[in-house]
Each structure stands twice: as C-alpha cells, then as structure tokens.
C-alpha cells in the first residue's frame, strides 16, 4: 500500500488511492478479520500521518490490546498513541505478567492519559516506582504490589520499568497537581540509582514535583542537595564509558539534568547555592566547548549560575561564557547566547552593556531568528545614556534592512524612540527619519502619536513642517505622507515665511504654490489610500484660507473631484468648493489652526484607560444611519475631538460650533433627538458628547452634514428645518443652514430675579452678564438675560451670540436687542434665553457659548463653556 | 518537554508525528503546515531554532529529512539537537544506515525507537546501546509470536489435509 501511494505524482491519485484502502479496511473490520487486524491497524496509522480521517479504526485498537499474543499488542498500543488522544477515555492493563507489556502500557499511558485517566492509575504507577523499597513494603502490602515485586524479583529487570513509569508519573503530576505529594519519596529514592536511564528520568520527576509542589522543593533542597552534587561531580569526573559516551563527555543528557534541578533547588536558597558553588564552577570550567554537547553542558550551566543565589565570581565566569558564546561563529551558539544574555540582563546589566557592539552587529545578522533575539535584547539594553547613538545605530541599519524584517524593527524604533526621547526636536527627528525609510511599516498609533507631540511642541511647528516638506521630496512613504499633509495644511504660512528657523536648519525657500504643489500631487498619486486623500482635501481647504493667492488654484483642484466615484471623495469636494466660494466669511474661523492636542488625554486613551469614548460612539452612531461609513475619517476625528477635554476656553475655530448650536436651538422643539442617543449620563459627559459632535467640523465638516443627513433619512419633524432642507447632496443644508441660520422665532419673555446675577464671561474685549429668573409654577424653567458689554476701544458689529447645552436640557433663544455694540461699554446688547431642565434638582445648568463679531471688519470669536451657574436652576 | 516531533522530508511529506501535548486533527495539520513552510525555506547556515507561537522549534537536517521537535521556551536547545541526533544514530544503528525509505516503510519501528526514547515528552535512556537491547528483545519476542502462529497453522493444515 505504502508504495502504492509513493508511487501517487498527484494529490487527486493519492485520495483515491487511500480511499480504496479505506473501503478494504473497513470492509475487514466489519468481517472481523483475526489475521489481517493488525496489518489493518498499520496500514491506518500510514494513513493517519498523511492526514486522513481514521476514526473507524480506534476500534481496532482496543481490540487488538485486548487480544493476548505480544505482535498484537505492540501494534495496538501503538495505534492507540497515534489515533487517539487524551480526549477518548481508554482503558489499559498495568497488571500484566510480561515485563515489556506493562513497559508499553505504561508508555502509552505517558504519552495519551487524561486527568481522569491519571487520577485512576496513579497508585498503580506510584507503586511500580516503589518495588524495590523493601520500607514501603510494609505500607503498601497490596496484592497488586507484591505481583510485581515477585515478578520483577523472577525476571531481574527492573529498570525498563522505572523509567516509564518515572516519566508516567511527570505526566501524572502534571496533570493532577494534588497526587504530587504521593510521588516525593519514591522520587527520592530513584535519585539513588546507579543506572543512568532511571536516574535521568529520576531527576526529571523531582524537577517536575518541585514545579508543582512547594513540599516537594522544601524536601528536595534539604535531603538532597548534597547527593546530586555528588552524583554530578561523579559524572564530570568519570572515566570514558563508551555506552554513555558523546563527543568525549560522559552522557551529556544527565549532565544537563542535573544541573537543571540544582538550579531549581537553588534558586532562592543560599545554603543550597553555597553547596553547589564549588561544583557549578567545576563544570563551568573544565567542560570541553568545541562540540555540541558541551556548549549545551556549559548553556545549561550558566544559566543554573545566574538563576541561583548571588556569588559574584561565578557570575563573572559565567559572563565570560556567553561573551564567548557571543563571537563563536556558530550560529545556534550566538542564539543561546543572546537568549541568555535577556534574562542575564536583569542579574547585571552592566556586564551585558559590554558586549553592545557584538550584540548590534547580531541584529544586522541574516538569521531571522538571531536578529529578532538580538533585537529584543537591544531593547533591553538601551537607556537613557545610550539611546542616541544606539538608535542611530537602528535606523541606519532600517535603510538596508530585508523587508520583512522592517515591520519588527521599525515598530522596537518608535516605541525605544517614544520611551527614552531626551528631547522633543531629537523625537521628532528620528521618527521623521523612520517614516521616511518605513513609513509604510508604522502603525497608525505611532504617527498619531507624532501628531500629537508635533501639535505640543509649539516652537518647533516652522521646524517640524519644513523638514517634513523636505522628507516628502525623497520618500512616498504613506505615514510620512500623512503627517507631511497634515503639518503643511496646519502650518502651511510657517513652511512659507520660514517662521522659528532653528539654527541647524538649512535655510529653504518655499513659495506658496509649491506647498500646494505638494498636496495635490500627493491627491493625485495613485498609491495613496483614502484616507490620506481625505487629509490632502481638508490640508487644501486649511491652504485656501493661508495663502488667499492660492485659492483660486486649491478651488480648480478640488472642483475637479466633484465627479469622484468614492463618495467620501465627492462628498469633501463639494463641502469644500462651496466653503471656498460661498462663504468666505466663515472660512478664515473654520480651517483656524487646530487647538493643541491633550498628549496626556491621547495617551491614557490609547492605554484604554479613558472611560468609553463617549464621542466617538456617538460620532459613528450618527454615521451609520447616513450610510456612508467613513473609517478613514475615524483617526482625525478621534484626535479632534481630544480637545474637548483641554480647557474650555481654547479657540476651536469653526462653523461646526455655529451648525451645532444651531441644531441644539432648532432641534430643541423636536420630541426626539436624531442622531443622538438618549444616554442618561452626568452633565458634563453629555455636553462632551454634544460638543464631540461639533468638533469634527472644524476639520472636515463631515459629521456635521452626517447629523444632517441623519435628519434627513430619519424624517423626524424638525420644524424650522423642514423647508430648508432638500433631499439633494449634503452639503445643501449645510448651505442653507448657513445661509438662514439668523433666523429665529421671536419669543418675548419676563424677568424676575431670584438668582444672584454671575458674570458669565470676560475676555480682554466683552463681558457678558447673565441674570436669572424663574416664572412662577414652573420650576424646571429658568429665564435668562443676556447682557453684552464691549470692553474695548472699538465697537462691535454683526454682533452674534449662540449657546449650547446638553441634552437634558432644552434652550431657546430669543432674537438680541441689536447686533451692534458700541466700543467703551457706551452701551450693551441683551438677549433673552429660555433653559428648561429636564433634571431640575438633580443636575444644574451647564452650557457652552459662542460670541461672534467684527472689530474693525476683522471676524473675531470668543467662546466658552459655563459651569458656574447658581444652584437650584 | 518536547510537544511534538515531526519529520518532515524536503517535498513537505510528513514521515513520522508524535505529539505529546493535545492537538485536535485540525491544530495537527495546520501546525505541520505552518511549519514545514518556515523550515524548508530556511537558508542551510542559519541556525536551527525557530521562535514559533511561544514556543522554539528545534530542527535538524540529515540527507532529505528535517527532524523537528518543539519545546518550551525555557528549555535547551543544544540539548535537543543533542537529542535528535541521538535518535538519528539509533535508528543508523538499528536500520544500518537508516535512509529515508527505511522510515517510510518501516515507520511503525521508528515509532518503538522514538517510544523508547521519549515518553511524555521527555528522554527517557541516554545509552543508545540499552535502546537498542530493548527493541532488539521485543522484536525477537515478536518473531518467536509469529513463528508460534505460522507452525500452529501449519499444523492445522497438516492436519486438515
């Protein structure tokens, strides 16, 4: 059969072959065939290996285990192993008269038990471990006991049993920790043995029961110690024994074994370690180091060395090995070594820091395996003092590094880089110097990240962008992209007029076409991705409003994505084209500068540590209901809206504050809310969730024309909304909502003061006053005049106040008394708002305002978010 | 402890698993899948340890064939490569020469060498002479079983006739 299938050249013969085969067996089985069963079995478990379904023949081998001749038995116990696994419960005879059957049974029994399995026979196993212990004898008088004894005594071979069962035993232990107790004397008696099978599988039944039991370690250390330093001086100094013999060293496996369990004996206990010194240091000396097995001796060793308790000369010599290790030219031998120099590292770093230049030259080795160990033990190395030229050392080598291996490499770089930064400029530098090279390679945390340490470091803006204009010059690394778009559509007037020139700076000039030059060129490459299309378009809207000699061109190259197939595309083109032409008054406040990014809040997010993002999920719940699903926006969106948490009064520039309050107004009526979740959180959640909703405009505008869509696909009876929006693109309402947004219901009110007054806020140029009432059987409601008073020399026209709140409260605002406020506080605007809330003495008033004006046909905004309300409202 | 060890010839034919930690059918031929494609590509210098999903996967070639074994993380390689080769000259001693054949078609004794030389993952006899008495005392037992059987039927011939 077996060549029949050799002889197979194609997959599909071999199938068909084997399932003839499969048929005949079957076909056997089912006659019950004496003669042929075991053949049968063999012929199953060729099959087996090739990877065919034999369950049918499981069968077979109980049977064949139960029949009495010695071939049957041997082939069925080991189909048993191969077909089955732990998970079929079996039955086996330990209690055979035949020494090479208990001997099979017993492997299989390692090989295959259960826990069940093991629970059940342990006695058994335990007690062919005691046989020759007369003391237990006594104990254990069962009949079972003595079968074995007389017969072991008949046959004068007790060692093929010791070693199976030993190494059942491990199994046994393993599996079912609480029987470990049983096993510790009979271990410690094996530990005894001349005979190095049983003394090998000895000592790997104590490792193993100091692994699982306290007890057994306590045991161990105290009665034995001194025996297995004896039995290991024995080794080492034995004389040539040819059965034994490998390389010219005596049975290499019980070196190693011992070694393994002094080294669990010793660690932690320093008159166990005391006591193995003198013979640790023997081996680490006298072991020939030019084969194999005794590097694998003086591996073992070292690693017994550092593990145990402290002594400095041995570890010095042990040091001294693996630097030895170090230059061997084998590579298995620098493997270990560098593998062992990780967990040397944390017993004397200083010792290891020595061997940093061989180490480095192993991360340029052509061995995957040996470059990532001597990567990861790199990053062990490095510290504060050795970063610089240590990461130097990486990224010269990222230039020339297999593609393969830049993946791993560039993300140690950006997190040693991220770690141990002296400084911001040198950060910044080095992760520009990773983009460039591997851009394509690094996460999309890591260049948020870069974002957000740019956006801090305020000094370094001119810096940051003008070095990344020239890294775009040379490399079409995505990241790099992506943050090159970024920082030009920020600091685009920066990259102009070379604002903050550092010293070290080449001086560049840069006209305000070639920065658009770079963006469009980066909108019309092929290999980028969406989203970095998407940052191009909003880079270009910021570019506009920088360099108003440029608009006219910015205007021609996003009209022409009008037609765009992706929508996302289509969609910002025509937002953007109708910001440029219809509404420059608002463009100059929607594409300001973003607002510094929180790094602490962008860390702690990143770390999951920030209660669920409120924002975020609310951002994509209004997104499904459009139907345009907008991932590539996720990551800017989730930068944004970071600021939410900075202090209130930061400038955010935008007409997404205007849309919002104008929904927070408009919307207020409404029954329900669209697109938002009716979330019963604390104030100041809920305001986040409304603000994060507003936030995202500044940048794209897309939520905003997403809330609006919502509306529209939800139908909900936004009553002054209603004519206004049209079931074309998006972007109309936001047209028209831009367009109409100055018309307001009037309402008249009464004041009647109950509150104190409070200043709610002041700036250099406005104060505004805010005095409260409450009319009378209506306590939820609160009334509240608005008084404006110009502070500054010039007066105010076009004057426009919004405010906003969260949702459970409802706000209506009354038409102002004027939109012109003259300077010197010669005069004062008031407008009247009506707060119902919905949580009245649970929560208190909280809202968010927005002042808008002209000073000297300048557009000035002033915002601010109140929590000083008087309590009780 | 070794979890498995596999031979793997240089077509990606498996020749012989062992497993000795659980692995469901699918785990099995997904694991020799994954890595007879990560050993086979392996360059002939390189060195022989490969870092696979926390575990290291110790392999060594002789002729045509890749003797795998995957161990802890914590355990010596060398060892193993000690181990292996310590199989390999046990089965050269067994075989006479042992070739890639003989493991095909004789595989069922390369599994009674491998039990005798590991069980539950661990070496269990580090004298190649002593592995080789047993397997030679159970074959003999094997052969005094069948030519028991074959005289018996022999008989029962005779006797038929």
Not at chain 1, 321 to 341: E, P, Q
Not at chain 1, 503 to 521: H, L, Q
Request: proline share 4%.
């Amino acid at each position: 059969m077996i060549r029949a299938i050799r002889a197979c050249k194609t997959a599909a013969e071999e199938r068909a072959v084997v399932r003839k085969e499969c048929a005949a067996i079957r076909a056997s089985i089912n006659e019950n065939d004496q003669d042929y069963r075991h053949r049968n079995l063999a012929k199953l478990m060729f099959i087996h290996m090739l990877g065919y379904p034999t369950h049918f023949g499981q069968m077979e081998c109980l049977k064949l285990i139960a029949s009495a001749g010695f071939p049957e038995k041997r082939i069925g116990y080991l189909g048993l192993m191969l077909l089955l696994d732990e998970r079929q419960e079996v039955l086996i005879d330990l209690n055979h008269t035949n020494q090479y059957i208990v001997g099979l049974a017993l492997c299989a029994l390692g090989n295959i038990c259960s826990a069940e399995m093991a629970r059940d026979l342990a006695p058994e196993v335990e007690r062919m471990l005691q046989f020759r212990d007369p003391n237990i004898r006594k104990k254990n008088n069962q009949l079972t006991y003595l079968l074995y004894k007389s017969e072991i005594k008949r046959k004068g071979d007790w060692k093929n049993f010791t070693k199976p069962a030993a190494l059942c035993s491990i199994r046994i232990i393993k599996k079912v920790p609480d029987l470990a107790e049983n096993f510790i004397n009979p271990a410690a008696s094996l530990l005894k043995e001349k005979h190095h099978g049983v003394l090998i599988t000895g000592i790997q039944l104590c490792t193993d029961l100091c692994k699982v039991s306290a007890e057994a370690l306590e045991y161990f250390r105290k009665k034995c110690t001194e025996g297995l330093v004896k039995t290991l001086k024995d080794v080492v100094n034995s004389p040539y024994a040819p059965e034994y013999d490998i390389a010219g060293i005596t049975d290499p496996f019980l070196h190693i074994r011992l070694l393994r369990l002094l080294r669990v004996l010793g660690q932690g206990d320093a008159d166990a370690s005391d006591c193995m010194n003198d013979i640790l240091a023997q081996v680490a000396t006298k072991t020939e180091s030019n084969k194999n097995a005794g590097n694998a001796i003086l591996y073992e060793c070292v690693e017994t060395i550092m593990s145990i308790e402290d002594n400095g000369g041995l570890r010095v010599l042990a040091i001294n090995i693996l630097g030895r290790f170090l230059s061997n030219r084998d590579n298995n031998i620098r493997y270990v070594a560098l593998n062992m120099l990780m967990k040397a590292i944390t017993v004397d770093a200083q010792a290891v820091q020595r061997h940093r230049a061989t180490i480095l030259e192993c991360v340029k080795d052509s061995d995957a395996s040996i470059r990532k160990r001597a990567l990861e033990l790199v990053f062990l190395l490095i510290n504060e003092s050795n970063v610089k030229p240590l990461t130097k050392e990486l990224i010269d080598y990222l230039e020339v590094s297999d593609q393969e291996f830049k993946g791993d490499l560039t993300a140690k770089i950006c997190s040693i880089v991220a770690k141990f930064s002296p400084e911001k400029i040198w950060y910044i530098d080095q992760m520009l110097k990773v983009l460039t090279e591997a851009g394509n390679f690094v996460k999309d945390e890591v260049w948020h990240a870069l974002i957000v340490v740019i956006s801090n470091a305020s000094d370094l803006h001119g810096y940051t962008v003008r070095a990344l204009y020239r890294a775009f010059q040379t490399s079409e690394q995505e990241s790099l992209v992506r943050v090159a778009v970024w920082c030009i559509g920020e600091y685009g007037d920066l990259l102009v007029n070379n604002v903050g020139m550092l010293d070290i700076e080449d001086p560049i000039t840069v006209t305000e076409s070639d920065a658009v030059d770079v963006v469009e060129i980066v909108i019309q490459r092929h290999t980028s991705d969406l989203t970095t299309k998407a940052m191009a378009f909003i880079a270009l809207l910021k570019l506009s409003s920088r360099f108003p000699s440029c608009s006219e061109r910015i205007k021609e190259i996003i009209v022409q994505y009008k037609g765009n197939l992706v929508l996302e595309l289509q969609q910002r083109s025509i937002e953007f084209n109708s910001i440029i032409s219809k509404h420059q008054n608002i463009r100059s406040a929607l594409v300001e500068r973003m607002p510094v990014l929180d790094e602490a809040t962008f860390m702690g997010r990143r770390a999951g540590s920030m209660p669920a993002t409120v924002s975020t999920s609310t951002t994509t719940s209004i997104n499904i209901p459009n139907g345009v699903s907008k991932p590539s926006m996720a990551p800017l969106v989730d930068l944004l809206d970071l600021s939410d948490d900075a202090p209130a009064p930061t400038s955010i520039g935008g007409s997404g504050d205007f849309l919002q309050d104008l929904l927070g107004v408009d919307l207020s009526p409404a029954p329900n809310q669209p697109g938002l979740k009716p979330a019963p959180q604390n104030g100041t959640d809920v305001l986040l969730d409304l603000l994060s909703i507003g936030t995202p405009p500044p940048q794209s505008d897309s939520s905003t024309s997403d809330i609006l869509s919502s509306v529209q696909d939800n139908k909900l009876p936004v009553a002054p909304l209603d004519g206004l929006l049209s079931p074309s693109t998006p972007a109309t309402p936001v047209i028209d909502l831009l367009d109409g947004f100055a018309v307001k219901p009037p309402t008249p009110e009464n004041n009647g003061s109950a509150f104190p007054s409070i200043v709610a806020f002041e700036s250099s140029l406005l104060k505004l006053v805010f005095n409260f009432s409450k009319p009378l059987g209506n306590p939820q409601t609160t009334l509240i005049q608005a008084t404006f008073t110009n502070l500054s020399s010039d007066s105010f026209t076009d004057f426009i106040f919004q405010a906003a709140v969260p949702k459970f409260l409802q706000l209506h605002l009354d038409p102002a008394s004027g939109n012109t406020l003259p300077a010197n506080g010669n005069g004062s605007i008031t407008q009247n708002l009506k707060v119902s809330n919905s949580q009245h003495g649970k929560k208190s008033l909280v809202m968010r305002i927005r002042i808008a004006f002209k000073m000297n046909n300048k557009d000035v905004l002033e915002e601010g978010q109140l929590n000083n309300f008087p309590h009780g409202l | 402890m070794i979890h498995f060890v596999l031979l793997i010839s240089r077509q990606g034919k498996v020749r012989l698993t062992k497993w000795y930690s659980p692995y469901s059918q699918k785990e099995r031929n997904k694991v020799i899948r994954e890595l007879s494609g990560v050993i086979l590509t392996r360059g002939p210098k390189l060195c022989n340890f490969v870092e696979w999903r926390g575990y290291k996967v110790v392999y060594k070639r002789y002729a045509s064939l890749y003797f795998c074994m995957c161990i802890d993380q914590d355990d010596n390689e060398l060892e193993v490569l000690e181990i292996i080769h310590h199989y390999v000259e046990i089965l050269d001693r067994y075989f006479g020469s042992v070739c890639e054949l003989d493991l095909i078609f004789n595989f069922h004794k390369a599994y009674y060498i491998l039990d005798e030389l590991l069980i539950a993952g661990e070496l269990q006899e580090s004298s190649k002479k002593t592995v080789a008495r047993l397997i030679a005392a159970q074959d003999a037992l094997v052969e005094t079983a069948k030519e028991q059987a074959s005289s018996i039927s022999n008989i029962i011939a005779q006797a038929t006739k």
